[in-house]
């Protein structure tokens, strides 16, 4: 037994040293790239260059914000928007695909020229209503498609009428038309001739001497005014038509101090006519839940010069 182990040791140590390495994993080699393939690009970074914008650009587009007119909850008589009409304003008309909006002028006014900036997209035409001297014309538009703008100039015999489409998915104005206090204040003056009652109210009065300086603020009642104006003497507060069926504001004049004097005014038709020029009055309405709505007299050379609803 000595002896098997003594030549198994012996055996063992006169092994080659190739023969106790216990051989390792082998290790793929690594794969080489193909010759053709493209390098990886670094991200680019990208720099917007913000080009400046033309201040001769800026003054136009911030004049037409000015001068747009949005229709006005107060404004509406049902369904159709009563806006009341300046020189030089744009008013929004909002149409809808498969609706058609009508949009009346005055009257007895006739029609000149319709043109509008995209007459692909749109259907524009006109009609009439009525006979004689209610005869009415009628300029009706409607949308191809949602998401469309565009403009439309309106010229009759009388004046130009300024009016932005803008094509909304659902939504239409059913129909639009005018007040004209202008031609309303000549009425009253043709009124006056013929009621000695009401010649206070329009005595002297001169359409071409009018301002329109006035800021509307406050609650956004029903019987809202659309706008305020005077002739140099008087100071007239134009109503919406909604007013002939609802409770009537008393009129309030605020002193430098704040203090609230209750004016003397008098109502013809739509209008509050007040014998006298003032910096801040208010209309009041209501015990409990008070409607407050402030008309201010401001700069002759703010925007509001032109008539503009608040």
Partial sequence: MTFILAVSAIALATAPASAQIVASPKVPPPVAAPANA????SPINRVRIKHPINPNVARVAAANRAATQEPQSQGFVNAAQVFPFTDGAIYQVYTAPGAVTDIALQPGESLVAVAAGDTVRWVIGDTTSGTGADKRTHILV???????ATNLV????????????TATARTAMAALSW???????IALRRAAEQAAAAAPVAEGLSVDSLHFNYAISGDQAVWRPLRAFDD?????VEFPASIAVGEAPPFFIIGPAGEAELAN???????????????V???RLGTKKQQIVRISRVAEDSALRTGKRS
């Fill in 265 to 279: 005014y008098r109502v013809r038709s739509r209008f509050y006519v007040i014998d006298r020029i003032f910096d």
């Fill in 154 to 165: 309106i010229t009759t015999d009388r004046r130009s009428y300024h009016v932005q489409l």
């Fill in 142 to 148: 409607k949308p191809f498609a949602s998401g469309l």
């Fill in 281 to 283: 009055a208010e209309l």
């Fill in 179 to 185: 007040t004209y206090p202008a031609d309303q204040l």
């Fill in 38 to 41: 493209p390098a990886s690009k």
């Fill in 232 to 236: 140099g003497r008087q100071t007239f």
